[in-house]
């Protein structure tokens, strides 16, 4: 552009610039692609950190579970004040339905709900999204739970619906990977939890006078 105004342009530096604007697309490729560490070593948790995590897993799934249900139309709240009184915000967003979807198949896969359970909670909710109105065929950032209206002002969050769209890919999987499994496979998960719960109630329960 300035050679063509007439300004005075270094050919040698132009061309220098040009070439490497011109390789930018190989530049991105070498960068973005993923490298091995040169001392690769898998981080083990210890088990208490296990015992934590797990317990903070049953903790999250226990909110999903007291406060997504028929009366909401299966969508999650975005979210629940406690203090100074319990207060449920009826509202969702696609990253808040995607998480809920995803917190489904977690807790089948760590035992927490069976095979059943799963189904019959990620098919309500689906059946509900079916039904939300919609701007060509993306959700809104904000539904009323109770009668699934667009909360003013109505628009579209391209973050979230990225968000919704990647869980709703996991979630698929992680249905494909559940149908192919043997019962023997599928009852694994509760009865590890049965087990982990049991022991969890052990270190609670207070010693004996």
Same mark, same amino acid.
């Given at each position: 552009?300035?050679?063509?105004?007439?300004?005075?342009?270094?050919?040698?530096?132009?061309?220098?610039?040009?070439?490497?604007?011109?390789?930018?697309?190989?530049?991105?490729?070498?960068?973005?692609?993923?490298?091995?560490?040169?001392?690769?070593?898998?981080?083990?948790?210890?088990?208490?950190?296990?015992? !934590?995590?797990?317990?903070?897993? $049953?903790?999250?799934?226990?909110? !999903?579970?007291?406060?997504?249900?028929?009366?909401?139309?299966?969508?999650?709240?975005?979210?629940?004040?406690?203090?100074?009184?319990?207060?449920?915000?009826?509202?969702?967003?696609?990253?808040?339905?995607? @998480?809920?979807?995803?917190?489904?198949?977690?807790? $089948?896969?760590?035992?927490?709900?069976?095979?059943?359970? &799963?189904?019959?909670?990620?098919?309500?909710?689906?059946?509900? @999204?079916?039904?939300?109105?919609?701007?060509?065929?993306?959700?809104?950032?904000? !539904?009323?739970?109770?009668?699934?209206?667009?909360?003013?002002?109505?628009?579209?969050?391209?973050?979230?619906?990225?968000?919704?769209?990647?869980?709703?890919?996991?979630?698929?999987?992680?249905?494909?990977?559940?149908?192919? &499994?043997?019962?023997?496979?599928?009852?694994?998960?509760? $009865?590890?939890?049965?087990?982990?719960?049991?022991?969890?109630?052990?270190?609670?329960?207070?010693?004996?006078?």
């Amino acid at each position: 552009v300035a050679a063509l105004s007439g300004a005075p342009v270094d050919g040698a530096a132009a061309v220098v610039l040009l070439a490497l604007w011109a390789l930018s697309p190989l530049w991105i490729w070498w960068a973005s692609a993923p490298r091995r560490p040169l001392l690769h070593r898998e981080a083990a948790l210890d088990p208490q950190g296990r015992d !934590y995590l797990w317990g903070l897993a $049953r903790d999250t799934w226990r909110f !999903y579970d007291a406060h997504v249900g028929a009366a909401d139309n299966h969508l999650p709240p975005d979210n629940v004040q406690l203090t100074p009184h319990l207060l449920v915000a009826h509202r969702t967003s696609p990253t808040n339905i995607g @998480l809920y979807l995803l917190a489904v198949a977690c807790a $089948r896969e760590l035992g927490f709900i069976g095979l059943v359970t &799963m189904t019959t909670r990620l098919s309500a909710t689906l059946d509900t @999204l079916e039904r939300l109105p919609r701007w060509q065929g993306h959700f809104y950032n904000w !539904y009323d739970t109770e009668s699934l209206v667009v909360l003013a002002p109505g628009y579209v969050s391209a973050v979230d619906s990225g968000n919704c769209s990647a869980h709703l890919l996991t979630v698929a999987r992680a249905c494909e990977l559940a149908a192919e &499994m043997t019962p023997d496979e599928l009852a694994a998960a509760p $009865r590890q939890a049965l087990a982990r719960t049991l022991q969890r109630l052990r270190v609670l329960q207070p010693p004996l006078a």
